[in-house]
């Protein structure tokens, strides 16, 4: 039998005469040709037209024949003498073989045309023997059947469509279960998900893995296969022209396992990195304890080095995950290289490599290994097309002056590398413990707020707005504050917890709290004095959050009067860059009922056309502005004047911020300002202190 024979029997599994196909192959013609099989290999539709051909057939056929080899052409073109003997034969008369003459290299070619009908949908396979080889009429059941290696060929869906004996027997399954089942899960379902990525990563940059995995098998306990798959794109056989490509498998599984080494095997894989091949981290963690004990017994020094690429994340955005693996893997090398071999080296996370050094190592020595460890890694890296300079941040701990653990040992290295991240990168730094109480009080603030946060201790404090001729309350900002309940309780200014938040998730979270307790307070005083418009601060990313506007859109349902009196301010930069995520957000909560306030006006761009652009119906004036006026400057008096002209030209409800005095009082009131508000007026205030003033009306200055 021909190689050809046996590599077409190996992946494809042919029904036997008079036995209907299982594996539903006429329902997928696409998996059928695969170009790593020798065997010239093409489908035909029910009228003749080819719809798929491998490499092997494009080849065979060569020159004239090969132009003629086109999908969505009648395979006739390229018969030579005999085309009504063709015709008769692909009508399914007579014997599934047919002596041809077909055009290829140099003129016409001698070949043996075989059969094989696919499925119900009127489709034929035809395989090409150019009598340079054997008979290939029962090629589908011998080598496939007898191989000791297991196939399987498996579509974008997964599903597999054909698989021989062997690799039925290796998992354990019967034909029935396999044909048809989704591959992964039956292969792979005790591998690492973070591997099986891997897997899919390698299959979609480069079309191929290979690699030992581990499968369960009921009756036989653990076995070890090893396992090639190959992916590649064909033509579907719904597709109406060459874009609808879908993907095919073709595998190759060897069960490896020996049962005196399996143990090993397992365990070593569990240790390993499959990408560096250095130490994981829970391979990393077992041995830094047992190198921790020995030192606590011997009373030996050891020294940890945390280390941490810069950037890395850049790197894998701007030219793919591809470059970023093969700079680990790289860095990785030249890491190895750098140390003795007796210094164990562990990659615990995506760009993170740790040394535990030899406790030979002097501690005095430390500093100068390191400087000099840092020269060798950080020179220009090639990765293939692309030469990438790579630098990194490096801590060190060390046993006993840091820590008393193996666990605190990497902790407190892990810290030592922050440092000297935080100090502006490529830097190296030793374990400071000041430093690590510092970070410590930070990162435990950070989670305090998180806290208050999901426990509603950020809450909103109510500045009322003045009509500025009758100073009769006309409405009120919301601004936020910490009511810390860390010891006794403490009312914090947003100054010390936004700008840790601001733009992150937590910043989100509580924007959304906050539109929460809001339109409920809204709704208190309403009950009081009537509907009267409540002013809420909205950052930047708040604006640009599908999370902030959808919540507020789910609130309208039952709070859509209360709505309807919000005032949202921004600053100028919240909206400045014309980005059309902010536009589309303004518009929706426009269509909510709610008004757009421009907050600080004069302090950024003081744009008109964004005043405009953007339905704003009210500007705050900076306070600023005021206080430059009470200086007495004729030049900030002029501007301030025109800022107020401007705004009543063009329509819009003026508030003056930050009125302190009676002398600037009457002044904005003297320009005709619409509205104020300042510390003359009131302070911002609990809600319950809003209720009280809305209740009795009058104010206490």
Known sequence: MSDSVGELGRV??????????????????????????????????????????????????????????KLGSPFVAVIG??????????????????????????????????????????????????????????????AFDESEHGVFVAVSTSRVIAANPAFIEMIGSSEEEVIGANWQQL????????????????????????????????DRGERVLELVVHMRQRLSSEASDDSDLVDTIVAYVTDVTDGNSLQRELQEQARRDELTGLMNRAGFLEVLQQHFDAAQRSGSAISLLFIDLD???????????????????????????????????????????????????????????????RSHLLTDYQLDDVSYTCTASLGSAEYPWDATTGAELLE???????????????????????????RMDHEEFLEAIENGIEDMHFVPYYQPIFDAETQQISGAEALVRWIDHRGEPVVRAPGEFLPLIEGGPAGIRLGQRMFDQVLVHSRSFAALAGPMPISINMSAAQIRSENVIAHVEALSGDYSAEIAQLRVELTESAFYDGDPVVKQNLLRLLDLGATLSLDD?????????????????????????????????????????????????LGLQTVCEGVETEEQLAYVRSLGSDLVQGFLLARPMPKEDLRALLRSGKLDR
């Open 187 to 218: 292969v792979l379902g005790a591998v690492p998900a973070e591997r099986i990525r891997q897997l899919h990563e390698d299959l979609r940059t480069q079309r191929t893995w290979s690699g030992r995995i581990m499968k369960i098998d009921p």
């Open 81 to 142: 003498p005999g085309i009504r003997e063709y015709v008769s034969w692909r009508a399914g008369n007579g014997d599934d073989h047919l002596d041809a003459r077909v055009r290829g290299r140099g003129g016409f070619v001698s070949v043996q045309l075989v059969r094989r009908p696919l499925g119900d949908e009127g489709a034929t396979l035809v395989w090409i023997n150019d009598k340079s080889g054997t008979q290939i009429a029962d090629a589908h059941g011998l």
């Open 311 to 373: 950037n890395f994340k850049s790197l894998n955005d701007h030219f793919g995950h591809r470059y970023g693996d093969l700079l680990l893997q790289a860095f990785a090398k030249r890491l190895r290289a750098s140390l003795k071999a007796s210094d164990i080296l562990g990659r615990i996370g995506g760009d993170e490599f740790v040394v535990l050094f030899d406790p030979s190592l002097p501690p005095t020595s430390l500093d100068v290994v390191v400087n000099k460890l």
């Open 12 to 69: 494809l599994r042919f029904p036997r005469d008079g036995e209907r196909s299982s594996s539903g192959l006429g329902s997928r013609l696409d998996a059928l040709t695969p170009d790593d099989i020798p065997m010239p290999l093409i489908v035909l539709d029910s009228a003749g037209i080819v719809i798929d051909a491998n490499r092997a057939a494009t080849e065979l056929l060569g020159g004239e024949g090969r132009g003629l080899l």
């Open 601 to 649: 006006f004069g302090t950024g761009h003081s744009s008109m056309l964004s005043l405009r652009a953007h339905a704003f119906s009210e500007v705050k004036i900076d306070r600023r502005f005021l206080v430059a006026v009470s200086s007495g400057v004729d030049d900030d008096r002029f501007v301030f004047e025109s800022m107020l002209d401007l705004c009543s030209r």
């Open 412 to 438: 407190f290295a892990d810290h030592a590398m922050y440092q000297a991240k935080t100090s502006g990168r490529n830097r190296y730094a030793r374990f400071d413990r000041d430093h690590h109480r510092g």
